[in-house]
C-alpha cells in the first residue's frame, strides 16, 4: 500500500451543519446519537472500521504490483496532468448524496467502489452515481477482511458484488478494490481468474481518520502528483463522519484545477475498460 503524505495531525472542530439525509446533528457531539433507525437500516462493515482495519496489512501492495503488474494498479503515468477521485464503502444515504452535489457543483467524474450490500440497500443513490458519470467499481458485498478469509468467500463477495452492480447499472465492472487494500499472492491471483483490475492508490488523504477538511485537503494538495489516484470515502460504519471529506472537496478540486490538473475517473486515467 502506497501511502503519501506530510501532515500534523491536530484536534479538529467538525462543522455542526446539519446531515440533510439524517435531520439531526450528531458527529460533532458524541454524545448525541445518530437516527438508530436509519443508521439501523445501513449495513456494517464485515471486518470493522477502517481505523482499525489498517493495522493488519499483509503484504505490501507495492510488492504485490510488483509481482503482478498486469493485475494490480497503484497510480496513473505521470505524463499527463491527469488524476482520479476515488471513493470506498458506499453507498451511504448520510453522505454519499452530499459528495455528488459536490462532484457535480464542479462537473468532477469520479470512480466508487462500492460495497454491494450498501448498493443492494441504496439502489437509487447507487444508480445515480451511473447516471451522472461516475464509475462504479466492486469493493465486496460485506467489507470483510479478505486476508482471513477463503477462496470461496473471496469468489462469493465478489460475484454477489458483481450481480448487484451489474442489475442496478446495466454493467458488470471490471475493477475491484478489496476492503482495506489488503490482499496476498493466491486471492491477486484468484481476483485475475475472475476478470477484474485490482485498484489500488498513490495519495492516502487520511480521511479515514476523520480529519478535518482542512487537513484533508492539506494532505492532498501538499502531495499531489500527475497520474495519482486519490483514496478518500463516502461511507463509513454507524459512528463515522465523512463531513470532512465533502468539505475538503470544496477545497481540493479549484486548486488542482487552478494548478492545471484534470479529474478523470480510474479507467480514463489507465486507459483500461471498466466493464467485462
Do not use: C
Not at 503488474?69 to 496532468?81: A, K
Not at 454493467?171 to 477484474?196: C, D, I, M, Q, S
Amino acid at each position: 500500500m502506497t501511502v503519501l503524505f506530510t501532515v500534523t495531525i491536530s484536534e479538529e472542530s467538525v462543522a455542526s451543519a446539519a446531515i440533510n439525509e439524517v435531520g439531526v446533528e450528531w458527529w460533532w457531539n458524541k454524545d448525541k446519537k445518530p437516527d438508530d433507525r436509519q443508521v439501523d437500516e445501513i449495513p456494517q462493515p464485515e471486518g470493522g472500521p477502517e481505523f482499525d482495519g489498517r493495522v493488519r496489512q499483509p503484504v505490501s501492495n507495492i510488492i504485490l504490483q510488483q509481482r503482478y503488474p498486469e493485475t494490480v494498479v497503484l497510480r496513473g503515468p505521470m505524463t499527463e496532468n491527469r488524476v482520479a477521485l476515488t471513493f470506498d464503502d458506499g453507498p451511504d444515504p448520510r453522505f454519499t448524496p452530499q459528495l455528488l452535489d459536490v462532484l457535480s457543483k464542479f462537473n468532477v467524474p469520479a470512480t466508487f467502489f462500492v460495497m454491494g450490500a450498501r448498493a443492494e440497500a441504496y439502489p437509487e443513490i447507487t444508480k445515480r452515481m451511473a447516471n451522472e458519470g461516475h464509475i462504479i467499481g466492486n469493493h465486496t458485498y460485506w467489507h470483510p477482511n479478505l486476508v482471513q478469509e477463503n477462496i470461496a468467500s473471496l469468489k462469493r463477495e465478489i460475484r454477489q458484488t458483481e450481480d448487484v452492480i451489474a442489475d442496478l447499472v446495466g454493467y458488470r465492472t471490471k475493477l475491484f478494490r478489496p476492503p482495506y487494500g489488503f490482499l496476498y499472492n493466491e486471492l491477486v491471483e484468484e481476483v485475475a481468474e475472475l476478470n477484474y483490475t485490482i485498484i489500488g492508490w498513490s495519495l492516502d488523504t487520511l480521511d479515514w481518520r476523520e480529519l478535518g477538511a482542512d487537513n484533508i485537503a492539506y494532505n492532498v494538495i501538499n502531495n499531489i502528483e500527475p497520474g495519482s489516484i486519490i483514496l478518500m470515502h463516502d461511507g463509513g460504519e454507524w459512528d463515522a463522519d465523512r463531513t470532512g471529506t465533502i468539505e475538503s472537496l470544496k477545497q481540493i478540486i479549484p486548486v488542482l484545477q487552478e494548478q492545471g490538473f484534470e479529474f478523470v475517473t480510474v479507467p480514463e486515467l489507465l486507459s483500461i475498460p471498466y466493464k467485462k
